[in-house]
């Protein structure tokens, strides 16, 4: 098993980024995520908490080794389980492959939580795992590179993310300014 981890703040309030991620895609930053569909979407009446069940739709360009040892297309697809509670302002966000889930596994945990009053702290990790154990060399060779691609994303993501926040920030910003002329 390989793991990646990476811990950040965004310069926005909790409340801005939970409102963002919802936009982070389609982001010209992030072309490999291509198709995003909520499936699920419920409201805890005792809890307040809101669950939301989504499937992105990928492409990726696998190594071609990869292709010719395990099969598969560019077209990937993932599951995603959010949970975000406004009462304690926390959002957790867990995601996992579902294309080639029988060769390798992609478990990923995003959370979000509060920071000050403008800034929110942001972790994510992701455990990469290959299945197959017939040829070991392979399987490790399969892990590293997924979480080197999985690395390379998640940087786009990251940055994706921050225009995103900053795209509705200054939308909000401008709003604000109208109104007040």
Not at 58 to 82: H, T, Y
Not at 116 to 124: D, E, K, L, V, Y
Not at 146 to 159: I, W
């Amino acid at each position: 098993m390989h793991i990646f981890s990476q811990l950040f703040q965004y310069e926005h309030p909790w409340s801005h980024v939970v409102i963002g991620m919802w936009r982070k895609y389609p982001n010209p930053k992030c072309t490999h995520v291509v198709s995003v569909d909520v499936i699920d979407r419920s409201v805890d009446p005792e809890t307040g908490i809101i669950r939301t069940e989504r499937i992105l739709g990928c492409k990726q360009k696998a190594p071609r080794w990869v292709v010719k040892l395990f099969g598969g297309s560019e077209d990937a697809f993932v599951r995603e389980v959010c949970f975000v509670d406004p009462a304690t302002q926390d959002a957790n966000i867990t995601s996992v492959n579902l294309s080639l889930s029988q060769f390798a596994t992609c478990y990923e945990v995003v959370r979000y939580t509060p920071a000050g009053p403008h800034r929110t702290n942001f972790s994510q990790t992701a455990e990469v795992q290959a299945r197959t154990r017939l040829w070991q060399t392979a399987a490790n060779g399969l892990e590293k590179w997924l979480v080197q691609r999985f690395e390379q994303n998640a940087q786009l993501g990251k940055t994706a993310f921050t225009d995103v926040l900053r795209a509705l920030w200054e939308e909000r910003h401008g709003h604000l300014q109208a109104a007040a002329a």
